[in-house]
């Protein structure tokens, strides 16, 4: 077995070059799965019966500009992607809230 010797080295020092290293591999580990996950196409009654909605309510979400579609001939699709995209995350009080992602 090997021996590891830390020289200079505090153990604050020690845990910020861990916590770095173990973010580093994390961030290229999920870029990785990220990328070999494809986006999911559904259609208008897919997407209604996710959002528990009639296919026409689909229709004029998409006439507002609230929903992206995609199409190939007369079919149409929808990324699930830009469904949950979609969404606005709303406070208890049932008014819509501006999200802020900040990295921990």
Not at 23 to 47: F, G, H, M
Not at 61 to 83: A, M, T
């Amino acid at each position: 077995m090997s021996t590891i010797q830390f020289i200079q080295l505090d153990p604050e020092q020690l845990l910020q070059q861990i916590s770095h290293t173990l973010k580093t591999q994390l961030d290229a580990l999920l870029t990785c799965l990220e990328s070999k996950q494809p986006d999911e196409y559904l259609t208008r009654v897919q997407v209604a019966a996710l959002f528990k909605v009639n296919v026409s309510t689909i229709n004029n979400w998409v006439k507002s500009g609230k929903l992206k579609q995609y199409g190939i001939g007369n079919r149409v699709y929808f990324l699930k992607s830009d469904l949950e995209e979609a969404l606005t995350l709303l406070n208890p009080n049932g008014r819509k809230i501006k999200v802020i992602w900040a990295e921990v």
